[in-house]
T-cell receptor, first 113, second 113 residues
Framework: KAGVTQTPRYLIKTRGQQVTLSCSPI?????VSWYQQTPGQGLQFLFEYFSETQRNKGNFPGRFSGRQFSNSRSEMNVSTLELGDSALYLC????????????FGQGTRLTVV | DQQVKQNSPSLSVQEGRISILNCDYTNSMFDYFLWYKKYPAEGPTFLIS?????DKNEDGRFTVFLNKSAKHLSLHIVPSQPGDSAVYFC????????????FGKGTRLSVIA
């Protein structure tokens, strides 16, 4: 069974630009969550989608948005990039109810210059 | 306000000895706890979990202990192996409240041969 796939793996963007990250969950998983990891800050929850609906949202500005498609694939968008947005963005999928074991992709390393 | 705290940023243990990683939480609604392991340039990998109705769960060399009254859990690795060197994240959720996983900042474990 294929794992969670995130594309691209690495990305370099300029301040002020926007970026879209993609995540394909494990087959059969309908929940997709996004996390931001920065040095010393652990994994900060961005949002969670289930059946194309945002079910939970973390404490991030409106520049961060996401969506989920009917095949459960998800995208995350960050507009007007800031230097502080440089981070590892992780996508996780899960089968069970909210808060169950989540299976992570390898992440997208975003660098904003 | 950090709901899941891993107060030791790093831990060094000799090969063959026991590694004990600690985690404290503040939200009494949390009813499900998980440990993840993360290698550099990879996404976190699920290790072991425990429900609040239990106080111990064991899987091979890994045992998680939960002390609900102290709001404390720990992960024991016995015996520790060099391949266990990684960052370990504690996570918690209130599944009854449909809340997503909340992660600690992680503890970097180094197992010295």
């Amino acid at each position: 069974k294929a794992g969670v796939t995130q594309t691209p793996r690495y990305l370099i963007k300029t301040r002020g630009q926007q970026v879209t990250l993609s995540c394909s969950p494990i087959s059969g998983h309908r929940s997709v969550s996004w996390y931001q990891q920065t040095p010393g800050q652990g994994l900060q929850f961005l949002f969670e989608y289930f059946s194309e609906t945002q079910r939970n949202k973390g404490n991030f500005p409106g520049r961060f948005s996401g969506r989920q498609f009917s095949n459960s694939r998800s995208e995350m968008n960050v507009s007007t990039l800031e230097l502080g947005d440089s981070a590892l963005y992780l996508c996780a999928s899960s089968y069970g109810p909210v808060g169950s074991e989540a299976f992570f992709g390898q992440g997208t390393r975003l660098t904003v210059v | 306000d950090q709901q899941v705290k891993q107060n030791s940023p790093s831990l060094s243990v000799q090969e063959g000895r026991i590694s004990i990683l600690n985690c404290d939480y503040t939200n009494s609604m949390f009813d499900y706890f998980l440990w993840y392991k993360k290698y550099p340039a990879e996404g976190p990998t699920f290790l072991i979990s425990i429900s609040s109705i239990k106080d111990k769960n064991e899987d091979g060399r890994f045992t998680v202990f939960l002390n609900k009254s102290a709001k404390h859990l720990s992960l024991h690795i016995v015996p520790s192996q060099p391949g266990d060197s990684a960052v370990y994240f504690c996570a918690a959720s209130a599944r009854s409240g449909n809340t997503p996983l909340v992660f600690g900042k992680g503890t970097r474990l180094s197992v010295i041969a």
